[in-house]
């Protein structure tokens, strides 16, 4: 009777520690699939930020392009928020939104070449954070 309380307990046991592992990698891989969802939106964001750049030294040629740029950086900024419960991340995320608010109201007062720089600085700080 106790070898069969015995081999019962280690049962159970096994069973709660395949549970417990198996739970911990599916957690595990739900974290690593937020942060490489991050590391791709943010490269995305990075790329954004090349074209906004580009934008903003064409803004003569083409004023709309400047604008476009700023709504794609907006779009994956959205994409990262909804992913992420992240508190750096979301902070990345909040800084970089602050540096586009600004882009665009330096663009509605008139200026023609706004100082992207901060743009550029928070986007740095969110691909940081965004690695793994």
């Known amino acids: 009777m106790a070898a069969s309380r015995r081999r019962r307990r280690t049962t159970i046991a096994a069973a709660v520690a395949a549970v417990a592992l198996t739970t911990g990698l599916a957690t595990g891989c739900d974290a690593v699939n937020t942060a490489l969802d991050c590391v791709q939106t943010a490269d995305a964001i990075a790329d954004s930020v090349t074209d906004l750049q580009q934008a903003v030294e064409n803004a003569s040629n083409d004023p709309t392009q400047l604008e476009e740029s700023l709504d794609s ?43 992207i720089s901060p743009v550029t600085d928070a986007a740095g700080e969110l691909t940081k954070v965004c690695t793994p």
Request: aromatic share 0%; charged share 35%; net charge negative.
């Open 73 to 115: 950086i907006d779009k994956n900024l959205g994409e990262i928020n909804d992913k992420t419960d992240n508190a750096d991340v979301s902070k990345a995320v909040d800084d970089l939104q602050t540096a586009i608010t600004n882009v665009r109201d330096s663009v509605k007062n008139g200026d023609e070449t706004p100082d």
